[in-house]
């Protein structure tokens, strides 16, 4: 196996990767079709935010994957040393980068120094009843902007409501198994 690239210079993997991994992938939603709710979810993040980018993204073992995606269409998943969705995972709290290019440990990374020119980023992690943060809701601009405190618990409560469908999502799977 390659070893995957790490972009920010800070380390990205926590220390309880391997069960996360294994808990995310319990779920069986890597790779499935973007569904409604999901979708529904990012485009309103976009339109509350009023931000170019608004993704729903899984963080898997060396690719985060996007469940749902507005303003980057056709990008199903980035390698997770270049993915910010990756620093997301880190805490349990937002992560919130009011100017990218502030950042020392964005400096290399190739969406902030490259000509894709991400300068905001905000996430929620998406964490499950047990504490395992599994990916985020984020929004994404190309001009730095600051975040309120409303703003956070606005994408915070938007996280929630993923989480909320992602269980629904797990038990229409088990029932359809049942069956």
């Not at 709290?93 to 490259?114: F, M, R, S």
Request: glycine share 6%; net charge negative; with cysteine.
């Amino acid at each position: 196996m390659e070893r995957m690239v790490n972009t920010f210079g800070i380390p990205i993997i926590p220390y309880n990767d391997k069960l996360r991994v294994k808990k995310l992938h319990e779920y069986e939603i890597l790779d499935s079709h973007s569904e409604g709710s999901f979708k529904h979810i990012a485009s309103l993040a976009a339109h509350i935010f009023k931000v170019p980018i608004a993704l729903v993204s899984f963080v898997d073992a060396e690719r985060v994957w996007f469940k749902a995606n507005v303003g980057m269409e056709g990008v199903n998943e980035v390698d997770r040393g270049v993915s910010l969705c990756s620093l997301s995972i880190l805490n349990d709290d937002l992560t919130i980068i009011p100017d990218a290019l502030k950042e020392p440990c964005l400096l290399a990374n190739p969406l902030v120094a490259g000509s894709f020119g991400l300068r905001f980023y905000a996430a929620a992690p998406l964490k499950t009843a047990d504490g395992y943060n599994l990916g985020s809701v984020c929004i994404v601009d190309k001009e730095p902007r600051d975040f309120n405190a409303a703003d956070k618990s606005m994408l915070a409560h938007l996280a929630d409501s993923v989480m909320k469908e992602l269980e629904l999502w797990k038990l229409k799977k088990q029932h359809k198994l049942a069956s």
